[in-house]
Nanobody, 124 residues
Framework: QVQLVESGGGLVQAGGSLRLSCAASGGTFSLHAMGWFRQAPGKEREFVARVTWTGGITLYADSVKGRFTISRDNAKNTVYLQMNSVKPEDTAIYYC?????????????????WGHGTQVTVSS
């Protein structure tokens, strides 16, 4: 019964930066990993990045490697997505997700709990 709340979205110019946050509460003791996904208008929800709670092992989509960084603060039960050098194609609603089972973590089906999302809009 984990609750996830995203924050930090907004309007940013191409080349700029944003940092998204996802605060987890409730049954966080059983979580294996946290992931970020995004969904643009008319597109399917796609994987962005993942980090495991215990080892801090990260995984990134090819489209964001070298630009985005995922991290977590175990004491605060919070995961972050640092978005640098953003592009107009990064415009989407960004969702935080939690996985209780050990999976690779790059698919929507790997996650059981989702936040409501935060809008990121990149202007050119």
């Amino acid at each position: 019964q984990v609750q996830l709340v995203e924050s930090g979205g907004g309007l940013v110019q191409a080349g700029g930066s944003l940092r998204l946050s996802c605060a987890a509460s409730g049954g966080t003791f059983s979580l294996h990993a946290m992931g970020w996904f995004r969904q643009a208008p008319g597109k399917e929800r796609e994987f962005v990045a993942r980090v495991t709670w215990t080892g801090g092992i990260t995984l990134y989509a090819d489209s964001v490697k070298g630009r985005f960084t995922i991290s977590r603060d175990n004491a605060k039960n919070t995961v972050y997505l640092q978005m640098n050098s953003v592009k107009p194609e990064d415009t989407a609603i960004y969702y935080c997700a939690a996985a209780r089972t050990s999976y690779w973590g790059d698919r929507v089906g790997d996650y059981g709990d989702w936040g409501h999302g935060t809008q990121v809009t990149v202007s050119s």
